[in-house]
């Protein structure tokens, strides 16, 4: 049995930073892409970044750039997002996804097979 589970989240104030993990099971990580995604109420969810962890390539959505990191720990099956500079906008609930039958780090959700059940993250003005 799959399982995403996202941790790290919580209610912050602009500027700060902010580590989220994930930690998969019930997958062979090396053999995935492993994303997040974003979602605020009211509108789609949104690709944040991802990596395929057997060659640590990354990709970024174009309005996190410099200010996110994603990393990986093979030895743990976990996935790490660092969001520095945090602003009110960021404001979400963030999700890990692991796609297990890659052929890019996709930016599209449905290329994802698996889903965590979200953790918030609020930035406070």
């Known amino acids: 049995q799959v399982r995403l589970v996202e941790s790290g989240g919580g209610l912050v104030q602009a500027g700060d930073s902010l580590r989220l993990s994930c930690e998969a099971s019930?997958?062979?990580?090396?053999?995935?892409?492993m994303a997040w995604f974003r979602q605020v109420p009211g509108k789609e969810r949104e690709f944040v970044s991802g990596i395929r962890p057997s060659d640590g390539s990354i990709r970024f959505a174009d309005s996190v750039k410099g200010r996110f990191t994603i990393s990986r720990d093979s030895a743990k099956n976990t996935m790490s997002l660092q969001i520095n500079s945090l602003k009110p906008e960021d404001t979400a609930v963030y999700y890990c996804?692991?796609?297990?039958?890659?052929?890019?780090?996709?930016?599209?959700?449905?290329?994802?097979?698996?889903w965590g059940q979200g953790i918030q993250v609020t930035v406070s003005s």
């Open positions: 996804a692991a796609d297990t039958l890659p052929i890019s780090i996709s930016n599209l959700a449905y290329r994802y097979d698996y």
């Open positions: 019930g997958l062979t990580f090396s053999r995935c892409v």
